[in-house]
């Protein structure tokens, strides 16, 4: 009884948010771009089982004098290329870092038969302002154990890894 009304609140909150798509409120990240700005990709694969999360952190390294912000947001696809997680934009102000978890229990996705395992490919969007260094940017990425918070495995890179697109004035 208790995991039926779990599901239908899941589907109830799922639902209500499918307006939110059209409205303009989760646009992709060059969307939230302005004239000048760059925008890096990292790219993953990744694994979850239940009770695990991914632990995305950027750290703008830029000196807090610069008072330039920067901006992140996460997307995770399935095999098929579907989008089973966004998270929203993320201002990172300089010389601080923010997070965002992803947990595998958010993902409205089936997994593997005997694990429930998702399989998916996750990208981090980095917006950097119009002169910024891109060396100022530090990603992180952590596997964790949801309940305890212990980290299984982290990796991280200063500096995006891939420069996506510049966009300029004429798009």
Partial sequence: MKNRFRWYLMALVLLAALPLGTTGWLLEPRA??????AIFVSNS???????????ISV???ANR????????????????????FLSERIEVPAGTFRFKDIVRRDMNVAGEPATDRVQ??????????????????MVIRELLNEATGETFWADSATGPVHLEAWVDQDG
């Fill in 32 to 37: 939230h771009a302005q004239h000048g700005d």
């Fill in 45 to 55: 694969i990744i694994g979850l089982t239940p009770g695990q999360a991914v632990r």
């Fill in 65 to 84: 004098r610069t008072r330039t912000p920067l901006f992140f947001q996460c997307k995770v696809l399935d095999q098929d290329g579907a989008v089973v």
């Fill in 120 to 137: 998916a490919r996750m990208e981090i969007f980095v917006i950097l302002p119009h002169n910024s260094d891109a060396s100022q940017v």
């Fill in 59 to 61: 750290a703008n390294r």
